[in-house]
C-alpha cells in the first residue's frame, strides 16, 4: 500500500470538489482525477445553479412542484426538499469561495428563466457556470493542506475489506495502491455509452461499473436525459449544448419547413421540461420526414446575444453560425443519468463505507426527468452531505483497522481488441434513444452480454480503453436488463 487515507474521493467536478471542501482539516483526503482537474461533466454545464434566493417573488414550494412535474412525480419527496431547502446555503457558500456569479447593477445575483421554471432562480455565469464553479473550487481545493490531488489517475480496482477499501489506479503506466476507511464516488455520467453526448470523453460511468461489482444497489439506471438542442454537428461524438437558457431568454424553435411545432405536442412549447421537448423533436422528425430542426435566437439585440451566451456565441462561430444572425442546428442526444448508485439522504449506498454523489448516484431527486439546473444543485448538496456524515463517523468510530490487503493482478496482459465500445455505443443509440424501440431490447441485451463475457473472459492489459470499455459495457447491460424486464417505471 503506498499510503492510506481517512477517505478517497473518485471523481473532480462540483461534487468531488465540494466535498473535499467539507471535510475539517483533520480528516486526511485523496481526490483521484481520471484525466486533468478540469475535465469533468460540471466544468461543460452552462446553465446555472437553480435555487430559491428570492423569498418574496419566489418559495421552496414552487421550486419543489416544478422539481415534482419535470420528474412525472416519480421523485422522492424528501430528498427534493432537502434539495430545495437547503440548497440555497451551498449556493451563497460557494460564492463565498470566490465562484463569480453575475450580478446586477444593485450587487444581487442575476436570476434566469429555463424550461419547467415558473419563476427566475437560476443564478450563473454567463452560459459555462460550470467552468466557473471547477475552476472556483479547484483553486479552494488547492489550498486545503489535508488534501491531496492525483491527476491522471485511472481508478481499476475496488475492494471491500474490513474497515474500508483498496483502491488500484494506474498512473504513469505504473500501479497505486491507497487504503482507506470511507470511498466517495463522484464519477459523473454515462454519456460515452451512447454514440452522440453532450458529456466529456471520460463519462463512461465507471463509478457506477464498480460499485455494481461490489455489490451496491443500483437504481433507475434506464432514466437516461436526452437534451433537445444539441449542436447538430455531422460527425463529432460529443455534442455541445445549447443551453436551455437560451430558450429561456426567447430562443424558438424549428422544424425544416422554419415552422415553430413545439406548442402543437406540449401546450408549454419551447419552455417544456427537457423530455418533453426532446420526444416533440422526435415525433416531429417522424412526422416530416426530416432531422433538420433549427434554434433561432436572432430576433434578439445582437449585443445581448453575445454577452448573454458568449461561450456559445463563440462555439458556434467555429462551425461556421453566428447566432446572431443565422439558426442554430439542433438536435437531441444523450445528456444526463438520474438513476446511478442509489442513495439516502446522506450520500450513503447499500455497501458500509461506500458513498455517492453527483450525477452517478440515484437519490430520487430527478424522478423520471431533470429539471433544469438542478444538476449542480444536488452535486453541492449531497456531496456536502456525505462530507459531514462521513466526519461524524470518523468522530465516533475513529480511524479504523483495515482487513489484509488483497493480492494485487498484473496490469500486463494482451491488448484488447478494438471495436467493443463502438458497438455498444451503436446498440444503445439504435435501441434506446428518444422514442425506445421495444421490440430490440431482448436481442440487444444478449448483444451486450456477450461483449461482457469477451472483455472478462481474457487478462487484458489494464489501459483506459479496457476499463471504460467494461464500465460502459456494464452500465448498458443494466439499462437493457431494466427496460426488457419493465423495471424502468
Given at each position: 500500500?503506498?499510503?492510506?487515507?481517512?477517505?478517497?474521493?473518485?471523481?473532480?467536478?462540483?461534487?468531488?470538489?465540494?466535498?473535499?471542501?467539507?471535510?475539517?482539516?483533520?480528516?486526511?483526503?485523496?481526490?483521484?482525477?481520471?484525466?486533468?482537474?478540469?475535465?469533468?461533466?460540471?466544468?461543460?454545464?452552462?446553465?446555472?445553479?437553480?435555487?430559491?434566493?428570492?423569498?418574496?417573488?419566489?418559495?421552496?414550494?414552487?421550486?419543489?412542484?416544478?422539481?415534482?412535474?419535470?420528474?412525472?412525480?416519480?421523485?422522492?419527496?424528501?430528498?427534493?426538499e432537502?434539495?430545495?431547502?437547503?440548497?440555497?446555503?451551498?449556493?451563497?457558500?460557494?460564492?463565498?469561495?470566490?465562484?463569480?456569479?453575475?450580478?446586477?447593477?444593485?450587487?444581487?445575483?442575476?436570476?434566469?428563466?429555463?424550461?419547467?421554471?415558473?419563476?427566475?432562480?437560476?443564478?450563473?455565469?454567463?452560459?459555462?457556470?460550470?467552468?466557473?464553479?471547477?475552476?472556483?473550487?479547484?483553486?479552494?481545493?488547492?489550498?486545503?493542506?489535508?488534501?491531496?490531488?492525483?491527476?491522471?489517475a485511472?481508478?481499476?480496482?475496488?475492494?471491500?475489506?474490513?474497515?474500508?477499501?483498496?483502491?488500484?489506479?494506474?498512473?504513469?503506466?505504473?500501479?497505486?495502491?491507497?487504503?482507506?476507511?470511507?470511498?466517495?464516488?463522484?464519477?459523473?455520467?454515462?454519456?460515452?455509452?451512447?454514440?452522440?453526448?453532450?458529456?466529456?470523453?471520460?463519462?463512461?460511468?465507471?463509478?457506477?461499473?464498480?460499485?455494481?461489482m461490489?455489490?451496491?444497489?443500483?437504481?433507475?439506471?434506464?432514466?437516461?436525459?436526452f437534451?433537445?438542442?444539441?449542436?447538430?454537428?455531422?460527425?463529432?461524438?460529443?455534442?455541445?449544448?445549447?443551453?436551455?437558457?437560451?430558450?429561456?431568454?426567447?430562443?424558438?424553435?424549428?422544424?425544416?419547413?422554419?415552422?415553430?411545432?413545439?406548442?402543437?405536442?406540449?401546450?408549454?412549447?419551447?419552455?417544456?421540461?427537457?423530455?418533453?421537448?426532446?420526444?416533440?423533436?422526435?415525433?416531429?422528425?417522424?412526422?416530416?420526414?426530416?432531422?433538420?430542426?433549427?434554434?433561432?435566437?436572432?430576433?434578439?439585440?445582437?449585443?445581448?446575444?453575445?454577452?448573454?451566451?458568449?461561450?456559445?456565441?463563440?462555439?458556434?462561430?467555429?462551425?461556421?453560425?453566428?447566432?446572431?444572425?443565422?439558426?442554430?442546428?439542433?438536435?437531441?442526444?444523450?445528456?444526463?443519468?438520474?438513476?446511478?448508485?442509489?442513495?439516502?439522504?446522506?450520500?450513503?449506498?447499500?455497501?458500509?463505507?461506500?458513498?455517492?454523489?453527483?450525477?452517478?448516484?440515484?437519490?430520487?431527486?430527478?424522478?423520471?426527468?431533470?429539471?433544469?439546473?438542478?444538476?449542480?444543485?444536488?452535486?453541492?448538496?449531497?456531496?456536502?452531505?456525505?462530507?459531514?456524515?462521513?466526519?461524524?463517523?470518523?468522530?465516533?468510530?475513529?480511524r479504523?483497522?483495515?482487513?489484509?490487503?488483497p493480492?494485487h493482478?498484473?496490469?500486463t496482459?494482451?491488448?484488447?481488441?478494438?471495436?467493443?465500445?463502438?458497438?455498444?455505443?451503436?446498440?444503445?443509440?439504435?435501441?434506446?434513444?428518444?422514442?425506445?424501440?421495444?421490440?430490440?431490447?431482448?436481442?440487444?441485451?444478449?448483444?451486450?452480454?456477450?461483449?461482457?463475457?469477451?472483455?472478462?473472459?481474457?487478462?487484458?492489459?489494464?489501459?483506459?480503453?479496457?476499463?471504460?470499455?467494461?464500465?460502459?459495457?456494464?452500465?448498458?447491460?443494466?439499462?437493457?436488463?431494466?427496460?426488457?424486464?419493465g423495471?424502468?417505471?
Amino acid at each position: 500500500m503506498d499510503k492510506r487515507y481517512d477517505v478517497v474521493i473518485v471523481g473532480t467536478g462540483v461534487a468531488g470538489l465540494y466535498a473535499a471542501l467539507n471535510f475539517p482539516e483533520n480528516v486526511s483526503v485523496l481526490i483521484l482525477s481520471k484525466r486533468e482537474l478540469g475535465l469533468s461533466n460540471s466544468s461543460l454545464a452552462q446553465g446555472g445553479v437553480a435555487c430559491v434566493l428570492d423569498t418574496v417573488h419566489d418559495n421552496y414550494k414552487l421550486h419543489i412542484t416544478d422539481t415534482l412535474v419535470a420528474g412525472k412525480y416519480k421523485n422522492r419527496l424528501n430528498a427534493v426538499e432537502k434539495l430545495v431547502k437547503e440548497g440555497p446555503g451551498d449556493v451563497l457558500k460557494v460564492r463565498g469561495l470566490g465562484v463569480d456569479f453575475d450580478t446586477n447593477p444593485d450587487g444581487t445575483l442575476c436570476k434566469t428563466l429555463e424550461a419547467g421554471h415558473s419563476r427566475h432562480r437560476i443564478v450563473h455565469h454567463k452560459d459555462s457556470t460550470g467552468k466557473a464553479m471547477t475552476d472556483g473550487l479547484i483553486d479552494a481545493v488547492k489550498q486545503k493542506s489535508n488534501v491531496d490531488i492525483i491527476e491522471n489517475a485511472l481508478l481499476y480496482s475496488m475492494h471491500k475489506v474490513l474497515g474500508g477499501f483498496y483502491v488500484s489506479v494506474l498512473k504513469d503506466g505504473k500501479s497505486l495502491y491507497f487504503g482507506c476507511n470511507y470511498c466517495l464516488l463522484c464519477t459523473g455520467g454515462i454519456g460515452r455509452v451512447y454514440k452522440y453526448t453532450t458529456n466529456s470523453a471520460i463519462a463512461t460511468g465507471d463509478g457506477i461499473a464498480f460499485a455494481y461489482m461490489l455489490g451496491a444497489k443500483i437504481r433507475h439506471l434506464s432514466r437516461v436525459q436526452f437534451h433537445p438542442t444539441a449542436f447538430a454537428a455531422e460527425a463529432d461524438r460529443e455534442r455541445f449544448l445549447i443551453s436551455e437558457a437560451v430558450r429561456g431568454e426567447g430562443a424558438v424553435l424549428l422544424n425544416c419547413h422554419g415552422e415553430r411545432f413545439a406548442h402543437n405536442y406540449d401546450k408549454r412549447g419551447e419552455l417544456a421540461p427537457r423530455d418533453v421537448v426532446s420526444n416533440a423533436v422526435a415525433r416531429e422528425a417522424l412526422r416530416t420526414g426530416s432531422e433538420k430542426f433549427y434554434l433561432d435566437i436572432t430576433h434578439k439585440p445582437a449585443d445581448f446575444v453575445r454577452n448573454r451566451f458568449p461561450l456559445i456565441y463563440g462555439r458556434c462561430l467555429e462551425e461556421g453560425v453566428d447566432i446572431t444572425k443565422d439558426r442554430i442546428p439542433v438536435f437531441p442526444c444523450q445528456h444526463y443519468l438520474m438513476g446511478g448508485i442509489d442513495t439516502d439522504l446522506n450520500a450513503r449506498t447499500s455497501i458500509d463505507g461506500l458513498y455517492a454523489a453527483g450525477e452517478c448516484a440515484h437519490t430520487g431527486v430527478h424522478g423520471a426527468n431533470r429539471l433544469a439546473s438542478n444538476s449542480l444543485l444536488e452535486a453541492l448538496v449531497f456531496s456536502r452531505s456525505a462530507a459531514e456524515d462521513i466526519t461524524k463517523k470518523l468522530n465516533k468510530y475513529g480511524r479504523k483497522p483495515l482487513g489484509l490487503e488483497p493480492a494485487h493482478l498484473p496490469i500486463t496482459g494482451k491488448k484488447m481488441p478494438r471495436g467493443f465500445r463502438s458497438q455498444i455505443r451503436e446498440i444503445l443509440q439504435d435501441t434506446y434513444f428518444v422514442l425506445p424501440k421495444p421490440e430490440k431490447y431482448e436481442e440487444s441485451y444478449r448483444r451486450v452480454e456477450d461483449i461482457i463475457r469477451r472483455l472478462f473472459a481474457e487478462r487484458y492489459e489494464i489501459s483506459s480503453d479496457f476499463i471504460e470499455a467494461k464500465s460502459i459495457a456494464v452500465v448498458a447491460s443494466i439499462i437493457l436488463d431494466e427496460v426488457r424486464e419493465g423495471n424502468n417505471d
